[in-house]
């Protein structure tokens, strides 16, 4: 029975390994997209960030609802310690509105 157990250990540990070098593959993706000022690549190597950031997350025990209020709670520090007049809390504030009105 160890032996299963280590096995299924060795897998997720593999999994976790190979999901960080996807990461920062897509990372790279976004940078060369934000090179040629292409929306779509944009949009597509974003949407790859944050797929991977939620599978990883869950790899290491992070539920995806966790991941969700960890995000609104970090925003509303950050909404709270911004100054209202620039464009980073009028950001922030837009995003916020967005979280709080989607539908699954």
């Not at 593999?14 to 000022?37: C, P, T, Y």
């Not at 991977?52 to 960890?70: K, M, N």
């Not at 909404?79 to 709080?100: F, K, N, P, R």
């Amino acid at each position: 029975m160890a032996i299963k157990s280590d096995l299924e250990i060795t897998k997720n540990l593999k999994m976790v390994e190979w999901l960080k070098a996807e990461l920062v593959q897509s990372v790279g993706a976004l940078f060369k997209s934000l090179l040629n000022v292409s929306a779509e690549a944009s949009a597509d190597a974003l949407a790859a960030v944050i797929i991977l950031a939620y599978l990883l997350g869950s790899r290491v025990g992070v539920p995806f609802a966790a991941l969700d209020r960890e995000v609104k709670q970090k925003l509303g520090h950050s909404l709270t310690a911004a100054h209202q007049g620039d464009s980073w809390h009028q950001d922030m504030t837009a995003l916020s509105e967005y979280l709080s009105h989607r539908t699954r």
